[in-house]
Nanobody, 122 residues
Framework: QVQLVESGGGLVQAGGSLRLSCAAS????????MGWFRQAPGKEREFVAA????????YYADSVKGRFTISRDNAKNTVYLQMNSLKPEDTAVYYC???????????????WGQGTQVTVSS
């Protein structure tokens, strides 16, 4: 089992940047594919980005391609989401997620963090 704790959310103006972090417990972090999802008010949770266990395979939602970058540091048990050129429509609660496989982490992850709020003002 893995526990996930997100940090780094906040309020930023449109065009600005934020970096989210997700710290995972346990000594098996490198055994998990990691992902980020988000949920805006009144909307369903949606996939944002995912990385394979070694970081060699990465997926992005079309809405964030070219603006967001997912990365991981297995030595620090942490996955990151660098968000640049933020738009008001990026406003949401962002969730970290983990699963044994990359395909599953993009759809139905086994583990979730508690979420961190990102608000982008226009």
């Amino acid at each position: 089992q893995v526990q996930l704790v997100e940090s780094g959310g906040g309020l930023v103006q449109a065009g600005g940047s934020l970096r989210l972090s997700c710290a995972a417990s346990g000594r098996t972090f490198s055994s998990y594919a990691m992902g980020w999802f988000r949920q805006a008010p009144g909307k369903e949770r949606e996939f944002v980005a995912a990385t394979s266990r070694g970081g060699g395979t990465i997926y992005y939602a079309d809405s964030v391609k070219g603006r967001f970058t997912i990365s991981r540091d297995n030595a620090k048990n942490t996955v990151y989401l660098q968000m640049n050129s933020l738009k008001p429509e990026d406003t949401a609660v962002y969730y970290c997620a983990a699963s044994r496989t990359t395909v599953v982490v993009t759809t139905t992850p086994e583990y979730w963090g508690q979420g961190t709020q990102v608000t982008v003002s226009s």
